[in-house]
């Protein structure tokens, strides 16, 4: 993991709002469910170059050759500066971070819930999994964009959105109440209030969850502690710590060391 400098291949709406990166860079094996972490500063002279002070954290979506697909969602100033970067261009990169998903057991029924840009942290890892099931849930349409590389996977894929406008309206957790038993293992990606409704369901269940978590952060590397979560007593590492890092003990969790309340 180093600091390395990543020129952009392309950087495409891929909908409304939800962009598309390529960026070649000279990258270690990456492990499905890692991260990285961008600047995005408008470039020019200081003090410009360093607004916004802080990098980005985003998803490796997925691997291109020599490079690698980000996914992003433009919600605020950094997202809009970055969706406005063109080919040509390069950005400051920090990467690959985190621990990302283990495998899963054999012999198991896999699923994968994902809400909203979450789905961009679990690509990877389904290119690496025969049979598995896919639950995609988001509040529209737009949000579902990249469905089809999923589909082009041979995943089993089920979609629900909040307004009806693809898929079954109304949450996902309900897709994975109907869709899990005893012998599955769920892995999730999503809003704090999915993952923590896909957790109980799983726990009422007895079934192995692991759940990526996002959050804002500053460092990317545990230093900072911007994004310490809070764990149940048994878990953590020998030290017995309460709260871990989502960057560096992270960003992948049993769901049931989490300590939801809190979270």
């Known amino acids: 993991m180093k600091v390395q400098t990543a020129k952009i291949l392309y950087n495409k709406e891929a909908a409304p709002g939800y962009f598309r990166i390529g960026l070649s860079w000279k990258k270690p094996a990456i492990k499905a469910g890692q991260f990285v972490m961008l600047r995005v500063d408008t470039g020019g002279d200081y003090p410009l170059r360093l607004d916004p002070l802080l990098?980005?954290?985003?998803?490796?979506?997925?691997?291109?050759?020599?490079?690698?697909?980000?996914?992003?969602?433009?919600?605020?100033?950094?997202?809009?500066?970055?969706?406005?970067?063109?080919?040509?261009?390069?950005?400051?990169?920090?990467?690959?971070?985190?621990?990302?998903?283990?495998?899963?057991?054999?012999?198991?029924?896999?699923?994968?819930?994902?809400?909203?840009?979450?789905?961009?942290?679990?690509?990877?890892?389904?290119a690496r999994l025969k049979g598995a099931t896919l639950l995609f849930g988001a509040r529209a349409k737009a949000e579902t964009a990249v469905a089809d590389d999923f589909k082009r996977l041979g995943l089993k894929i089920k979609i629900?959105?909040?307004d009806g406008s693809v898929g079954k309206k109304g949450l996902v957790t309900e897709l994975l109440k109907d869709e899990i038993t005893d012998d599955s293992v769920v892995y999730a990606c999503g809003p704090a209030g999915m993952l923590k409704a896909v957790s109980r369901i799983c726990h009422s269940g007895g079934v192995t969850c692991r759940v990526s978590l996002e959050r804002a952060m500053a460092c990317g590397i545990g230093v900072c502690l911007?994004?310490?979560?809070?764990?149940?007593?048994?878990?953590?590492?020998?030290?017995?710590?309460?709260?871990?890092?989502?960057?560096?003990?992270?960003?992948?969790?049993?769901?049931?060391?989490?300590?939801?309340?809190?979270?």
């Not at 997925?62 to 969706?83: D, M």
């Not at 764990?231 to 020998?238: I, K, Q, V």
């Open 55 to 126: 990098r980005r954290p985003l998803g490796v979506y997925r691997s291109i050759g020599a490079g690698v697909e980000l996914l992003y969602q433009v919600v605020g100033k950094g997202t809009r500066i970055l969706s406005e970067k063109t080919a040509g261009e390069f950005l400051s990169l920090l990467g690959p971070l985190g621990n990302g998903f283990p495998a899963p057991p054999k012999g198991k029924k896999v699923i994968l819930v994902a809400g909203g840009m979450g789905i961009a942290s679990l690509f990877m890892f389904a």
């Open 226 to 263: 911007g994004c310490a979560v809070k764990t149940n007593p048994h878990a953590g590492r020998s030290d017995n710590r309460v709260y871990q890092m989502i960057c560096s003990d992270g960003p992948v969790f049993d769901a049931g060391d989490i300590d939801w309340d809190a979270f």
């Open 160 to 162: 629900s959105t909040q």
